[in-house]
């Protein structure tokens, strides 16, 4: 856990990055709790990541406004620890440290969005199945109903795709309990195991309905990127790259590779989990990407996450039953354990490194070359609360401009600094014309994967104090 919570505080550090900075600008404009979950009709708003921004205040440091996430990530470690320890303490010290290493739990636990508080309350539930199937098993024990849908209602409260667990549960639950019983026997106690859950699904996506219903604008989505086989191919091999720390050089092999590896670990895994790790990675893969096929949205390595909690522990099931057995598989699965925790902690320090592109950057590049405060141009209005936000926080005046299309009035003096958006892996222009003035790069930042802004800041050739005298 002490690792787990150093990774994730070494990759908290940086600037708000465009969802974070969007989410503390919605909490700003809303005001209060009721605002919060009433008034913000967007897929941005995960709730109790936006309760807790409110509570600490949407100008706040970034790590403070990180600090659920980083907290509830740290927790998720505990928790993956004892699913595993329910095998034998070999198991839960790996799934622990796969946990408290893997790279997208680091990165998607170190930001301030609802994930790391969703996978907490995910792998409560699964702790909590795990335990009743096996009482089930000795006949003694009912379902825990209301705790899986506390639970349930706190996982849609962080993230609405939580319902993907629920799912991944059902199918779970009914395969467990159809080896020892009907089919129909194994549907009607999923139903009182999942029952209240399902309620709490309806309540709450019925309240986002009529909340987005009762606004002028209803509900509203950020970004939708278009489908094609090759983005959806990209998406599921990074999620692989940063859930065990490796991958092939391309994606199609790795996405391959996974899969067979997967099936080979299926087949010996424990009974009672193998529907859980069946349904949670292959099965809920498939479907997600079918889905995404249909609706035009070639997704984001973050939708995976229920994939990601049935790799790592079936991992860890994997290596803890080899150990136990002895021989040469316990040395083999010793190696690959200690690789994968090395290839993910490399991982985790080029993602802390890149800082999700840290336009925080940008605002003390600004300062440092006009102390008192700046005029800044943008194209689109995806940065201007990473701008906003950062420059409210720093105490920088900073006045945001869209660019305009026509060369200012003369006696209109141009502005200082022009910040653009960057598309991934473009490379930004040396200098660009905008307002019928000269600009000229001077900082560029950059992300490395899963969450991120790519930008580039550039200075007028004729800035304010230098206008009318020859450029140093």
């Not at 303490?89 to 790279?103: D, K, M």
């Not at 983005?231 to 996974?258: H, K, N, Q, R, S």
Request: proline residues 5%; contains cysteine; positive net charge.
């Amino acid at each position: 856990m002490l690792l787990g919570l150093a990774l994730r505080l070494w990759n908290a550090r940086g600037g708000l990055w465009v969802d974070e900075a969007w989410s503390a600008q919605f909490v700003a404009q809303a005001g209060s709790a009721w605002g919060v979950v009433w008034r913000i009709n967007h897929d941005n708003n995960h709730y109790l990541n936006s309760l807790w921004i409110l509570l600490v205040g949407p100008y706040a440091s970034p790590l403070l406004i990180r600090a659920l996430s980083i907290a509830t990530g740290t927790l998720s470690i505990a928790v993956a620890g004892a699913i595993g320890w329910r095998r034998d303490a070999t198991t839960g010290l790996i799934a622990a440290l796969l946990f408290a290493v893997s790279p997208i739990l680091v990165a998607y636990g170190a930001e301030a969005r609802g994930y790391g508080p969703m996978l907490l309350a995910m792998l409560v539930s699964v702790l909590l199945i795990d335990r009743w199937l096996d009482r089930d098993h000795h006949h003694d024990g009912a379902p825990p109903a209301w705790s899986l849908a506390a639970l349930t209602l706190a996982g849609l409260l962080a993230q609405l795709t939580y319902l993907f667990a629920l799912a991944a549960f059902a199918g779970w639950i009914v395969t467990a309990r159809s080896r020892r019983s009907s089919i129909d026997s194994a549907v009607a106690t999923t139903a009182r195991a999942l029952g209240p859950s399902a309620a709490m699904l309806a309540l709450v996506l019925a309240f986002v309905v009529v909340a987005a219903a009762a606004s002028t604008t209803g509900f509203q989505a950020g970004g939708y990127p278009g489908f094609t086989l090759a983005a959806v191919a990209d998406v599921l091999a990074e999620t692989v790259a940063y859930t065990i720390g490796f991958a092939l050089p391309a994606a199609w092999p790795t996405i391959g590779v996974t899969l067979v590896a997967i099936a080979a670990l299926l087949i010996r895994a424990h009974p009672d989990r193998r529907p859980f790790y069946f349904f949670a990675t292959i099965a809920f893969s498939l479907v997600l990407v079918v889905a995404l096929w249909r609706i035009g949205n070639a997704g984001f390595a973050r939708y995976y996450l229920v994939a990601v909690v049935g790799i790592l522990l079936l991992l860890a099931d994997s290596a803890g039953a080899a150990i136990r057995r002895g021989g040469w598989r316990s040395g083999v699965s010793i190696v690959l354990t200690v690789l994968v925790i090395v290839g993910c902690v490399r991982r985790d320090d080029a993602l802390a490194r890149a800082a999700r592109g840290d336009p925080d950057r940008a605002i003390a590049t600004m300062r440092s070359r006009m102390p008192l405060g700046a005029t800044v141009l943008i194209d689109t209005i995806r940065p201007i609360p990473v701008l906003d936000i950062a420059a409210r926080r720093t105490g920088y005046a900073l006045a945001i401009h869209r660019t305009c299309l026509a060369p200012a009035p003369a006696a209109t003096p141009a502005p200082a600094f022009a910040f653009i958006d960057l598309e991934r892996r473009a490379s930004p222009m040396p200098s660009i014309a905008r307002c019928g003035t000269a600009y000229i790069l001077v900082q560029t930042g950059r992300h490395l994967a899963l969450s991120g802004l790519d930008w580039a800041l550039y200075a007028s050739a004729d800035p304010p104090e230098k206008r009318g005298q020859a450029m140093r």
